[in-house]
């Protein structure tokens, strides 16, 4: 079955610093992935996805993607993080394009300090 | 442009009340409609799709029912609640057929069973 991971439950960086969330996903064929933001209180907003191509894919808010295969890996980055990044974020790939369900990861809370 | 929208925002109940949470979408024909929960520090679940009016897929077993009278309405529904149905309750939708497309979230309900 399709599974997603991402191994960091908290993460905590300081405002201007670089940023790199990991995930990791378990799928047969190409997968398609997704990267969400969400505030507290607050929906999911999507920030990037990858269906195929360039494996290094461009977000909104200055995100990106790099998409790995032979790591298995779909890690988002950015290069400076303002104190409004402070959010959770899913990774998430479709496991069924009958219905186009989404599974997704446990999420990486990410803190940001002055 | 589609929208979704989800109310109410934010709900108390008591244990054995019943429940109704109402999503809908604009902008759009026959989506497929997803209801997920977010337990407090959890990822997020898949409860219900649906890929039409009347039909419904249930992910796990629960305290929960969903229906789609029309097709751009979803309703999750329960005859009594339970204190562990308390958590964040997201409706989300996509278009058929377009699995790399992804979700479109709705803001969510904050449900309390008390």
């Known amino acids: 079955a399709q599974s997603v991971t991402q191994p960091d439950i908290h993460i905590t960086v300081s405002e201007g610093a670089s940023l790199e969330l990991r995930c990791n996903y378990s799928?047969?064929?190409?997968?398609?992935l997704f990267w969400y933001v969400q505030s507290p209180g607050q929906g999911l907003q999507l920030l990037l996805k990858?269906?195929?191509?360039?494996?290094l894919v461009q977000g909104i808010k200055g995100f990106e993607a790099e998409f790995k295969r032979s790591q298995s890996s779909f890690n988002l980055r950015k290069p400076s993080v303002h104190w409004s990044d402070a959010a959770e974020y899913f990774c998430?790939?479709?496991?069924?394009?009958?219905?186009?369900?989404?599974?997704f990861g446990t999420g990486t809370r990410l803190t940001i300090i002055p | 442009s589609q929208t979704i929208h989800q109310w109410p925002a934010t709900l108390v109940q008591p244990v054995g009340s019943p429940l109704s949470l109402e999503c809908t979408v604009e902008?759009?024909?026959?989506?497929?409609l997803y209801w997920y929960r977010q337990a407090a520090g959890r990822g997020l679940q898949l409860l219900f799709y649906?890929?039409?009016?009347?039909?419904i897929s249930s992910e796990v077993p629960q305290n929960l029912s969903a229906s789609r009278p029309q097709d751009r309405q979803f309703i999750l529904s329960s005859k009594k609640l339970l204190l562990s149905d308390s958590g964040f309750y997201l409706c989300?939708?996509?278009?058929?057929?377009?699995?790399?497309?992804?979700?479109?979230f709705g803001s969510g309900t904050r449900l309390t069973v008390v």
């Open positions: 989300a939708w996509s278009k058929q057929g377009a699995g790399a497309g992804g979700y479109t």
């Open positions: 799928y047969g064929a190409t997968p398609y």
């Open positions: 990858y269906f195929s191509g360039d494996t």
């Open positions: 998430a790939v479709v496991s069924n394009f009958g219905n186009e369900k989404l599974t």
């Open positions: 902008g759009t024909s026959n989506p497929n």
């Open positions: 649906s890929v039409g009016i009347g039909q």
